[in-house]
């Protein structure tokens, strides 16, 4: 009995400790995967077309602030990691001196807002593929993240064809629609007509048959319009 009693208390004993320490991990958790963060906007890959100039996003925060980081971009090969460029920030709002490792490649971001974005000029087929934001923070115990964009190059004359197809099918459309419409107006323009013929049959024959019972000779005038009227 003691001994059931004395079990059952030791958890009691020890579940505030616990959720304490739970309490800290999860903190901690947070406070680690909050520390620093690049980011490559909400949309992380862009379709342009070969020959254009683009920009690569990226911007680094962090919640204790940055000393010393390292920054680069990297550009997945194959499979094999190239570095873009790289750089050290001194502290924030330091213009960092970059060294670029990959032609038509300039930094742009300039450290203006947590800004390390890059331009890729002139871009051909072989730009194509998946870019990577990597920082590295020494103030945070070398805290490390990365964002990852792809660049997905597109032909021109894809774009064009399409533009083309676009204009021929709207084209064919137009002239379907045109067609109709033409039918629609042209079927609507005989029944108004026909309707028209109608009604002027019958004013013809009601006021033939005024005219009849007034005179008789403007009678006979009426009944000799209808004929020509009925081929
Ligand atoms: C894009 O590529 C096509 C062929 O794939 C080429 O004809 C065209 O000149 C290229 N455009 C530019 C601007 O480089
Ligand atoms: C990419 O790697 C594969 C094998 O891993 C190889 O067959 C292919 O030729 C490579 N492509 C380029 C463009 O290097
Ligand atoms: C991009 O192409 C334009 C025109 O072809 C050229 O004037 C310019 O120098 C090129 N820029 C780079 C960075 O290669
Ligand atoms: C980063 O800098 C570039 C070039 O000045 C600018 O076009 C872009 O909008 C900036 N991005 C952010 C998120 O401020
Ligand atoms: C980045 O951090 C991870 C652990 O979060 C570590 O495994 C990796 O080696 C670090 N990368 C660099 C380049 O320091």
């Not at 390292?70 to 550009?75: A, D, E, I």
């Not at 750089?87 to 924030?92: N, W, Y």
């Not at 064809?161 to 079927?187: C, E, H, P, R």
Request: proline share 3%; hydrophobic share 40%.
């Amino acid at each position: 009995m003691e001994v059931q009693w004395f079990g059952a208390e030791t958890p009691k004993l020890g579940s505030p400790l616990r959720v304490v320490c739970l309490i800290v991990s999860i903190l901690l958790a947070t406070w680690s995967s909050q520390a620093l963060e690049m980011s490559v906007g909400k949309v992380p890959f862009m379709e342009a077309l070969n020959g254009s100039t683009v920009m690569l996003p990226c911007t680094y925060s962090s919640c204790i602030g940055i000393k010393d980081l390292y920054f680069n971009w990297q550009f997945n090969d194959n499979g094999t990691m190239k570095r873009v460029c790289e750089s050290t920030i001194v502290a924030q709002g330091v213009m960092p001196v970059v060294k670029i490792m990959r032609k038509r490649v300039e930094f742009v971001g300039n450290n203006v807002n947590n800004n390390v974005s890059i331009l890729l000029w002139n871009i051909t087929f072989e730009d194509g593929g998946q870019y990577t934001c990597f920082g590295i923070n020494p103030k945070e115990k070398f805290k490390n993240h990365s964002a990852t964009f792809e660049l997905i190059v597109v032909d021109e004359l894809r774009s064009v064809d399409n533009t083309l197809t676009i204009i021929i099918a709207s084209a064919v459309g137009g002239a379907i629609a045109l067609l109709m419409g033409f039918m629609l107006l042209k079927n609507f323009t005989l029944f108004v007509l026909s309707k028209l013929e109608e009604k002027n049959k019958e004013c013809l024959v009601t006021s033939s048959g005024i005219d009849n019972t007034e005179n008789g000779l403007s009678g006979s005038k009426a009944a000799t319009k209808p004929t020509p009227k009925k081929k």
